[in-house]
């Protein structure tokens, strides 16, 4: 016969609510991907259309690959706001009209985390890379940023 001790009954609980709890906080890693071209650069793009995956964004992410971007997809213009919560990787941003065109960049450090972020108007698409992309690419407010979304994209 197995005895149990309440005690290690108590820990294996703590345990696995501690677990659960950082699974539910982990974000989607698994996101649409297509291209983006901007002045002849080309970046690989993860694609977060919804509130889930534009609210994960890029957080917990030890690295950012060189040449890869996340675009934030939404239904509508709309004036945008980002914040650097959990996120480990320093960042620049592109707010992106509904023609694609770049209406501004702004660097995003890292601390403080809670420092937000926000579009000078209403921006449809922002477009996050590396820090120091844009101007290592020569790509600045005016310029056009091309990309297909997938067909099935479901926008939210």
């Known amino acids: 016969m197995v005895r149990l001790r309440p005690h290690l009954i108590a820990v294996s609980i703590v345990i696995m609510a501690i677990l659960t709890a950082d699974a539910a906080r982990t974000c989607p890693f698994e996101l649409p991907i297509t291209t983006a071209t901007v002045k002849g650069r080309e970046l690989t793009v ?27 997809v939404y239904p509508k213009p709309q004036k945008l706001s ?41 921006a449809r698409y922002a477009l996050e890379v590396n ?18 979304l997938p067909v099935m994209l479901n926008i939210q």
């Not at 977060?48 to 934030?72: D, H, I, K, V, Y």
């Not at 820090?131 to 297909?148: I, K, P, T």
């Open 46 to 72: 993860e694609i977060a259309a919804t509130p889930q995956s534009r609210s994960c964004g890029l957080s917990r992410r030890s690295r950012l690959p060189e040449n890869r971007a996340m675009l934030f």
């Open 82 to 122: 980002f914040w650097m919560k959990e996120t480990l990787v320093p960042l620049s941003i592109a707010f992106i009209d509904d023609a694609g065109r770049i209406t501004a960049i702004l660097k995003m450090d890292l601390m403080p985390a809670t420092r937000l972020y926000s579009s000078p108007g209403k």
């Open 131 to 148: 820090q120091g992309w844009f101007e290592e690419n020569g790509v600045g407010v005016g310029d056009v940023v091309e990309f297909n």
